[in-house]
């Protein structure tokens, strides 16, 4: 139940991210910088890959363990393969 909970807290928080998301991608704003590190612009987030998680930097991310800076690098991530 918890993990239900859980996972439907995380998609209404992806469709809330997503458009926001998706015009940082278009806007070619999110550098690949290695593996396991990107940068998203245009206030710099640094997003890291720690390993199956991401981690930010930003106010979104430390209150929900989420955010669109760490979409859009999924999103991109998704669209090179
Ligand atoms: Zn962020």
């Known amino acids: 139940?918890?993990?239900?909970?859980?996972?439907?807290?995380?998609?209404?928080?992806v469709t809330h991210f997503t458009p926001k998301a998706q015009?940082?991608?278009?806007?070619?704003l999110v550098e690949f910088a290695s593996s396991n590190?990107?940068?998203?612009?245009p206030v710099v987030f640094e997003v890291q890959r720690r390993g199956r998680t991401?981690?930010?930097?930003?106010?979104h991310y430390s209150r929900y363990r989420f955010c669109e800076h760490i979409l859009a690098v999924q999103i991109q991530e998704a669209q090179k393969t």
């Open 1 to 13: 139940m918890e993990l239900e909970v859980k996972r439907m807290i995380h998609n209404a928080l």
């Open 37 to 41: 590190r990107y940068y998203v612009y």
């Open 23 to 28: 015009r940082l991608v278009a806007s070619g």
């Open 54 to 59: 991401w981690l930010c930097q930003c106010e």
